[in-house]
C-alpha cells in the first residue's frame, strides 16, 4: 500500500475513540475508509496533509502541482536540489547567496555535482535551461557577470572590477580554460536557444554585451 508523502502512514481515514460519544466511531468490523489524493506527479497524500502542507493556509488559484512536481522531482533526484537552489539565486539576483553556496561546492557533502556540473546544470523541470538563462530572464546583470567569469572563456579583461573581487574574495578562482561544452554562453535551453539569443531579444545593452562577449 501507497504512503502518505508528508507522514508517511496509510493512505486511509484515521479515527480516534471519542470518549464522549462512542456511537460516532466506525465499527470495528467496518473495512477501512480510503483517504488517497493520488496526483499527476505521482504522489499521494492524505487530504488534509496536503492542506497542511501550505504554511499560509488557503491560497485561492493557487496551482500547487509545480510544487509537488518539484518536489518529487528532488526526492528522485537529490543532487539537483543544490542546482536547482543556484538558478532561484540567480532569478532573485541575490549574488552574496550564490557565491556562498558556490564556495562551498567542494565541502558541502550534501551537494555531490562537481562546480563545473553545478554551473552548467540543465534544469529539467524549466525548459533545460541554466542559471544564465535564468538570470537573462530576469535581467540580472551581476549575476550575469559572475556565471560567465566563472564558466565561460570570455576574456579577462572585459569583466567588471568588482566581479572579480567578488569571486576572489570567497575563494573562487577563475578556471584557466573552460571546454565548450561547459562554456554557458553556448548551451541552449530546451528549444535550441542560447543565452546570446536571450540577451538579442532583450536588445539594447545586453545585445551589446552579446556580440562583445562572443555570444552571437
Excluded at 20 to 43: R, T, W, Y
Excluded at 140 to 154: K, N, P
Excluded at 186 to 203: A, K, M, N, Q
Aim: hydrophobic share 35%; with cysteine.
Amino acid at each position: 500500500m501507497s504512503l502518505c508523502k508528508a507522514c508517511h502512514q496509510p493512505l486511509i481515514l484515521q479515527f480516534e475513540p471519542d470518549s464522549e460519544d462512542e456511537s460516532l466511531s466506525p465499527p470495528e468490523d467496518q473495512p477501512p475508509i480510503p483517504d488517497d489524493l493520488h496526483l499527476p506527479c505521482s504522489c499521494h497524500f492524505h487530504w488534509q496533509c496536503l492542506l497542511d502542507q501550505s504554511p499560509t493556509g488557503m491560497q485561492e488559484n493557487l496551482n500547487i502541482l509545480p510544487h509537488l512536481t518539484e518536489e518529487s522531482h528532488l526526492l528522485s533526484h537529490p543532487s539537483h536540489r543544490p542546482a536547482r537552489a543556484l538558478h532561484t539565486l540567480s532569478s532573485e539576483g541575490d549574488t552574496s547567496g550564490l557565491l556562498e553556496l558556490l564556495a562551498d561546492a567542494d565541502s558541502d557533502p550534501e551537494i555531490t555535482l562537481s562546480l563545473p556540473q553545478l554551473l552548467s546544470f540543465r534544469d529539467p523541470l524549466n525548459n533545460s535551461k541554466t542559471a544564465l538563462h535564468v538570470a537573462l530572464e530576469n535581467t540580472q546583470e551581476e549575476i550575469f557577470w559572475l556565471l560567465l567569469w566563472l564558466a565561460s572563456g570570455v576574456h579577462t579583461s572585459v569583466f567588471p572590477e568588482q566581479v572579480v573581487q567578488s569571486c576572489e574574495g570567497v575563494g573562487l578562482p577563475r578556471r584557466q580554460t573552460v571546454p565548450k561544452e561547459e562554456d554557458l554562453r553556448f548551451i541552449p535551453d530546451g528549444e535550441g536557444s542560447t543565452p546570446g539569443r536571450y540577451c538579442v531579444e532583450l536588445g539594447g545593452a545586453w545585445k551589446q554585451y552579446a556580440e562583445r562577449l562572443g555570444m552571437v
